[in-house]
Structures are given as structure tokens and as C-alpha cells.
């Protein structure tokens, strides 16, 4: 198996193609996967994250921690986990200064994390129930893509979104999502190990 660096137009087709969100995320660095046949298999994305906030949230400054946000890959490929413990490989060595990599599970979509679990992340527990942004003309829609739509200068609120953009347009609320990290700095490992939780399981597989 070989990663490369991935083009916008892989990404794009992965992403659209092979990913349940149909979104393309806002990406730093991105890998593209090939087999031992030498077929493309999709892309391993990662991003800045949502901000500073979240690189606070792990003590940690902007440009220490990322987000593996995609895993956008079409089935061709001989270990889902082998190919994202060797992008995290390259990850590390093309960002000397990165200390941690966090992603999630969408519990929304029955996810429980098989892929974080196999490369040996460390489980810390399930975000809570929060706004993911709004359905309207048959689609959902993220807060970002909205507010793009709304005219310039004018507050997102259900209120808003039914005025300019569809009048049956509803708010839709994720049920939350399982968090994992991989920690690259040995001396954030122990505070982290200190969090870890039991890897969730999916009850109804015996």
C-alpha cells in the first residue's frame, strides 16, 4: 500500500463519491491511497479543525493538534486501519511541531470508531447532543453552507433561514459523536491515558 499527497481533484471526487456526508472539508494536508495493484482507493484528509477553541480545549495552541476529517475510501484497499496509521506516519513527519490528532464517530450514522480502534487511538468519552444546522429543499445543510446562502449580513436563525431561503426549512440536531485522539507528544500521553474510557461497542454484534 503507498499514500502520496493528494490533488483537490481526488479529494473532491472521494469526498462526493465515497463519503457518506457528500461534503468536502476544509483540508491541510491529504493523502491519496493506492493498493498493491496500484489502484486508487481514495483519500485520508486531514484539517486545521474548528479553530483555536478546540486546540485549547487539549491545552494545546493552534497548529499543535489537527482533525483526521475524512476517511473517503471506495473499498479497494487491503486495511482501512493500515492505510490511516500510514498517513498519520507521514502526517507526523511532514508536521514536526503537530503533538495530536483528534477525530470522531458520528453516532448519528451508528459509527463506533472500528477505525481509530484498530490503530490503537485513545477513546475519551461522546460529545452531547448538539445543533448541526438546518434541512431545507430536501437536503441538510451545515451552519457554514447556510450562512453562505443567507443575504450579506443577515443573522442565522431558523427564523431567517425560513425567510430567504425555504419556509419549511426545520433545525436538525446531531445525537452527538464519539471522540478519539492520537497523541503524539509522550508527555501529553500520560494526561491522556489518565481520560481514557472502554472503547464502545456495537451491542447488537455478538
Not at 483519500?43 to 479543525?49: E, N, P, Q
Not at 508536521?95 to 472500528?114: F, N, R
Request: net charge positive; glycine share 6%; with cysteine.
Amino acid at each position: 500500500m503507498i499514500l502520496k499527497k493528494a490533488s483537490y481533484k481526488a479529494i473532491k471526487y472521494a469526498c462526493m463519491k465515497f463519503h457518506y456526508a457528500k461534503r468536502i472539508p476544509v483540508c491541510r494536508i491529504s493523502y491519496s491511497v493506492f493498493n498493491n495493484k496500484g489502484e486508487w482507493c481514495g483519500v485520508i484528509c486531514y484539517g486545521s479543525g474548528a479553530g483555536s477553541t478546540v486546540a485549547q480545549g487539549y491545552g494545546l495552541r493552534q497548529g499543535q493538534c489537527c482533525e483526521l476529517v475524512r476517511v473517503a475510501l471506495n473499498g479497494k484497499q487491503e486495511q482501512t486501519s493500515k492505510a490511516v496509521a500510514i498517513s498519520l506516519k507521514l502526517l507526523k513527519k511532514s508536521s514536526p511541531l503537530l503533538q495530536l490528532v483528534y477525530s470522531y464517530a458520528d453516532i448519528d450514522q451508528k459509527h463506533y470508531g472500528t477505525i481509530y480502534q484498530a490503530t490503537n487511538w485513545i477513546y475519551i468519552g461522546s460529545l452531547d447532543r448538539y445543533f448541526a444546522g438546518y434541512e431545507f429543499n430536501e437536503k441538510k445543510w451545515h451552519p457554514r453552507s447556510v450562512s453562505e446562502k443567507l443575504p450579506k449580513g443577515i443573522k442565522m436563525n431558523i427564523d431567517n433561514v425560513k425567510k430567504y431561503l425555504d419556509r419549511n426549512a426545520k433545525e436538525i440536531y446531531s445525537e452527538g459523536k464519539r471522540r478519539y485522539v492520537k497523541v503524539f507528544n509522550k508527555k501529553l500521553l500520560s494526561k491522556f491515558m489518565a481520560l481514557k474510557k472502554p472503547y464502545p461497542k456495537n451491542a447488537s454484534i455478538a
